[in-house]
């Protein structure tokens, strides 16, 4: 490759001075170049015979085969006529001063193209005429400088080459001197074939150029020219702004700084007054506070329980013809069954009005289902309310001494309380109400006692467990005046409020709900309430029989005056607890009854009967 540069001569084509008068000598052979022919007359002798050809190398270069050593006769002067030369020796033309003359030679061709000259012999002798007419033969006149000009090698002749493109460039400015790191390469040259040694070429057209790339890549180089006048243009080959466009554009940047500075400005003195003015100027007292605390509690945790159960619970506003109350209930299903406490919707009696407010704060209408008495609950009816979200029900039987619970209620009309304590004791056998005098409106419950404060307005709300699940229903409390029903003064809590257990309130719960009506399990017998001894005496007398005919305590055996002590191990001190113990039953359950007869104990069972609670 010749890398789009100037082709140069090569040593070996270039012609090398000689001595004038001494050139080589010694016999030359098997020269063959492109455009030798055998049928030109450069290679014929004048005598019409053949010159051996030449080898010819397809690169364009020629190298002659290394020369044997060849010896020139004594008394050999000048160079021998074509025709006294034997075959295969040295026949030699005639020589240019300074020249060494080409011929063949002993050795064998060489494939190369270079020429190898031999070591230079003696000096050849004679004068430029006397070799011109050698060459032209004896009889020929030839002028001197024709023989000279034709005796010079192919190479010596004056052959119009390809100019270059362009000069080069002493100062090796780019893309003319060596290329620069960006520039592109120059336009490729294919150079002309070298004519053979000893021939001359006819002189024709310079050959074209070889075209360039036709898109060449966009490069700032090739926007540069070197030669021409200096403009304003930048290595990137952009033109560089005039003066009044670097105003505008110094113009444009202090504009939009400006804005910027004024939005930036805005933003900070906003921040900076609020903080101001949420914490005070300079100089003002701060005190420490604790950072936002993720809003989500422990699902056992106070606040988890009431968060599960408040949706379910629901404020009753109750009022009669002649009094009204508030208390709480719980939603029992779907369709709109929600329990609360007999003396709750009591006042409301068969013309009264009862409204049912959700702890979301919508209010309902709501219908009394049925009520029973004996056990102080009753059940309720909404209707059109969607969404309801039903309580889940314990397990009472379960329930142990120091559990802790959660209640919930509206005491004085605060709706949607929550407070909280253990189970202190369970089956505490108490009695509320007894109003009327006549013991119809006289509760007994076997409660679960506990320390959560329950104050009037709680009655009919639910006592949770740590699983958010009811285990009993909020009915009665112990105030510091004596008494014992919620709605009997307005003494608050001292620590004694007492629940229905769930289990007894879900059977009654059900029965109301299908029915309309509670049984109470029953022994068939009148008790004496005005015994004051230990236990449950048995009436000795009354308006009715003290134990019923056909009934199960007559079956079991129990007759009048027996005082019976225990209730399936149980002790028992009076005719409530005794009335107590035994509702905290089914009907259909079997007892074991322990009773004094006489001075005599005796065990007896029986199976409970069933009555219809008022």
């Not at 009753?316 to 406490?341: A, K, M, P």
């Not at 059109?384 to 397990?395: D, E, I, K």
């Not at 029989?545 to 002590?565: E, F, L, M, S």
């Amino acid at each position: 490759m010749n890398e789009g540069k100037p082709t140069k001569a090569k040593w070996w084509s270039r012609p090398r001075p000689v001595t004038p008068g001494v050139g080589a000598v010694g016999p030359v052979e098997g020269i063959r170049g492109p455009e030798a022919d055998c049928d030109s007359a450069a290679n014929h002798h004048s005598d019409g015979g053949h010159q051996p050809e030449r080898a010819y190398k397809s690169d364009g270069d020629y190298e002659l085969d290394r020369p044997a050593t060849a010896t020139a006769p004594p008394g050999a002067t000048g160079a021998a006529s074509s025709d006294a030369a034997p075959s295969g020796t040295a026949t030699s033309a005639a020589v240019a001063p300074g020249v060494a003359p080409p011929g063949p030679g002993a050795g064998s061709g060489v494939g190369g193209g270079d020429f190898e000259l031999e070591r230079p012999a003696a000096a050849l002798q004679g004068s430029v005429p006397q070799a011109a007419e050698e060459v032209g033969g004896p009889s020929d006149a030839v002028p001197a400088s024709r023989a000279l000009v034709a005796a010079l090698p192919a190479q010596q002749t004056p052959v119009d080459r390809p100019r270059p493109l362009h000069d080069p460039d002493p100062y090796s400015t780019p893309p003319y001197g060596e290329p620069g790191p960006w520039a592109p390469a120059p336009p490729v040259q294919h150079p002309a074939a070298t004519p053979a040694h000893g021939t001359a070429v006819a002189p024709g057209p310079p050959p074209a150029p070889y075209p360039s790339n036709p898109h060449p890549a966009p490069t700032p180089w090739q926007n540069y020219d070197p030669w021409a006048a200096p403009g304003p243009l930048q290595q990137n080959g952009a033109a560089v702004e005039t003066r009044t466009q670097r105003r505008k554009r110094a113009r444009k940047a202090l504009v939009l700084g400006a804005v910027v500075l004024a939005v930036v400005s805005g933003g900070v003195g906003g921040a900076v007054g609020a903080y101001l003015e949420r914490n005070g100027g300079v100089g003002d007292i701060t005190l420490p506070q604790a950072a936002k605390e993720a809003p989500g509690r422990a699902a056992d945790s106070v606040a988890g329980i009431a968060a599960r159960a408040l949706p379910s619970v629901v404020t009753l506003h109750v009022r009669g013809s002649s009094e009204e109350d508030t208390g709480t209930g719980f939603v029992l299903d779907t369709r709109g069954h929600i329990l609360t406490n007999n003396h709750v919707v009591q006042p409301a009696g068969s013309g009264g009005e009862i409204t049912v407010t959700f702890s979301g704060g919508e209010s309902a209408k709501a219908t009394v289902v049925g009520h029973d008495s004996g056990y102080d609950l009753a059940v309720v009816e909404v209707s059109g309310v969607h969404g309801l979200r039903p309580m889940a029900l314990g397990n009472s039987d379960g329930v142990q001494v120091g559990d802790p619970v959660v209640a919930i209620g509206a005491p004085f009309d605060l709706a949607n309380t929550v407070t909280s304590g253990i189970i202190s004791a369970k089956e505490r056998p108490i009695t509320a109400g007894g109003e009327k005098g006549d013991g119809s409106d006289v509760s007994y419950v076997d409660a679960l006692q506990t320390d959560a404060p329950i104050n009037p307005g709680n009655s009919g709300g639910p006592l949770l467990d740590t699983r958010a699940r009811v285990i009993g229903i909020n009915s009665a409390i112990r105030s510091a005046d004596g008494g014992t029903d919620l709605q009997g003064g307005q003494a608050g809590s001292i620590g004694l409020g007492f629940a229905i257990p769930v289990n007894q309130a879900k059977r009654v719960a059900e029965e109301l709900i299908n029915t309309g009506r509670a049984t109470h399990p029953v022994i068939g017998v009148m008790l004496d309430m005005d015994y004051t001894g230990d236990g449950a005496r048995v009436g000795t007398k009354g308006g009715g029989a003290p134990v019923t005919a056909g009934g199960p305590g007559a079956k079991a055996g129990i007759k009048a005056g027996d005082v019976i002590t225990e209730v399936d191990g149980q002790r028992v001190h009076s005719g409530e607890e005794l009335i107590v113990k035994t509702r905290a039953h089914r009907p259909g359950d079997r007892l074991r009854l322990t009773l004094r007869r006489g001075g005599s104990q005796r065990t007896l069972t029986l199976v409970l009967g069933s009555a219809s609670g008022g």
